[in-house]
Every structure is written in C-alpha cells, then in structure tokens.
Nanobody, 126 residues
Framework: QVQLVESGGGLVQSGGSLKLSCVAS????????TGWFRQVPGPGKGREGVACAASRDGSVHYRDSVKGRFTISRDNDKNTVYLQMNALRPEDTAMYYC?????????????????WGQGTQVTVSS
C-alpha cells in the first residue's frame, strides 16, 4: 500500500512562493500517475485537481487558474513529487494533498486516484 507524506505548507503573503513535497514509501512513484489536489472547508467543497503528472508518457496537466504559476515535478531517486507554487494568491489558500493512481495518463479528477496523503495547509494572506 502506498504511503504519502506531504510537507512544505505554511503561511505566505500574496505574491510569495512555496514548494510542497510529497514523499512516497513502499512503492516507486515512477510506476504511478501523481497528482496534487486542494480542498477548502465548507459544504459542497470537494477536492479540486491542481496538477498531475503521468509516468508513462511524461504528460502534465494543470488547473487553468494555476497555469504559469505552479509547476509539478518528480525526483524518482528520492521517490518524491513536488509542487512549486509561485505568485500565490489568497484564493490558493487550502489544504493541499498529493495522490497516486494507476499510470494510465493523468487527469485532475479525484476519482482517478486511490492513495492519498494527509495534506499540508497553505495559507496566503492578502
């Protein structure tokens, strides 16, 4: 079973940067599609896909609102996936989760992933 542990969240001012990390254990991330999701508290607030990366073809996808600001990357030697977040906005405030799923390409729907980390909080002040 995949175990995922996120880190790197915190409080940052609008326009600032953070780099999230997600370390996997028990499996090799190079065999999975990986994704970053975020969720804000409140009724009807599901997890929204932010970025994903597939191993089989190297494809990556981003949510429109983060294109040009966020970058997903992976270090297979460290079995870690990263999310570099630049030009952060208050609306990026959320709990961020990494996830893995079958390497059939990658998408931003949460039901494509079956293993999840505990999350790391990102708060962007205005």
């Amino acid at each position: 079973q995949v175990q995922l542990v996120e880190s790197g969240g915190g409080l940052v001012q609008s326009g600032g940067s953070l780099k999230l990390s997600c370390v996997a254990s028990r499996v090799s991330l190079s065999n999975y599609a990986t994704g970053w999701f975020r969720q804000v508290p409140g009724p009807g607030k599901g997890r929204e896909g932010v970025a994903c990366a597939a191993s089989r073809d190297g494809s990556v996808h981003y949510r429109d609102s983060v294109k040009g600001r966020f970058t997903i990357s992976r270090d297979n030697d460290k079995n870690t996936v990263y999310l570099q977040m630049n030009a952060l906005r208050p609306e990026d405030t959320a709990m961020y989760y990494c996830a893995t799923g079958p390497d059939l390409g990658c998408g931003l729907a949460s039901d494509e992933y079956d293993s999840w980390g505990q999350g790391t909080q990102v708060t962007v002040s205005s």
